[in-house]
Structures are given as structure tokens and as C-alpha cells.
């Protein structure tokens, strides 16, 4: 089981906020890189930004290109690739859009992370808590 406690941060609108911000390493082909990204259960893909994708070494491979959509009407261009994301020990092999642009947050989205953990977001105990289903 891993526990971490949400992340403070401060908006204009809605003052301070918490948010399931989680440490993971990113490991690619060339090279890991230590990242902070939100654990959003309601993102269907795990996305970054290109400049990330660069520095692991990534392919940029235009047959694998397709567009996300979140809120509103634009939508972000992404190369499917797999990496393996790290978190504390446990090392998962996962599908991730590498956006061909570089305004996207750090996304740890449903595919393949919440297929590896049960996940439970207790926001008033300020827990977010990971169980690997082989635990």
C-alpha cells in the first residue's frame, strides 16, 4: 500500500485547493525523468508534454497520432507511445499521450495505472491511498 497526502495549491478563483498531485518516474527508451503529476481518474490517458517525451526518447511516430479533448472545444494532438511510470517501488508498464505540444499538464490517467491499482481518494483524511491488486 502507498499513501500520499494531497497537494495544496492555490487558484485565482477558488483560493486554495487540493489536488491528487503523486511523485512518479517516468522511464523511457533514452532516459527516466522525476515528475509530479496529477492522479485524474477522470482521464482516460496518461499525458505529457513534448518536451518530456524528447528527453525520455520517445519516437515521433505520425501512424500513432490522434487528438485528446477535455473541457471546452479544443483539443491536443499526442503521439501514443508506452513508457513504464514508477511509482515509489512498483514499476508499470503504460500507455501514455506524448502531446505534440508543450501546454498539457502532467496527467496520470484510468489506462493502464488504475487497471493496476485499487485507488482511494479520501480528500477530508487527506489520503490518497494505492493498492496494487496483487498486494
Known sequence: MI???????HTI????????IIPATIIGPRQSVNLFMLLDSGA????IPYSVGEI??????MKRRSEVQGIGEGSVPYILSRVKFKI???E???HVGWALIEE??????RLDIFEEFSIEF?????????KQFNE
Do not use: H, Q
Open 3 to 9: 499513501v500520499f497526502e494531497f497537494v495544496k495549491r
Open 13 to 20: 478563483v477558488l483560493g486554495e485547493v487540493l489536488k491528487p
Open 44 to 47: 482516460d490517458l496518461s499525458l
Open 56 to 61: 525520455i526518447g520517445l519516437n515521433l511516430d
Open 88 to 90: 515509489e517501488t512498483i
Open 92 to 94: 508499470i508498464s503504460a
Open 104 to 109: 498539457v499538464p502532467f496527467i496520470l490517467g
Open 122 to 130: 479520501r480528500y477530508f483524511e487527506n489520503k490518497i491511498i494505492l
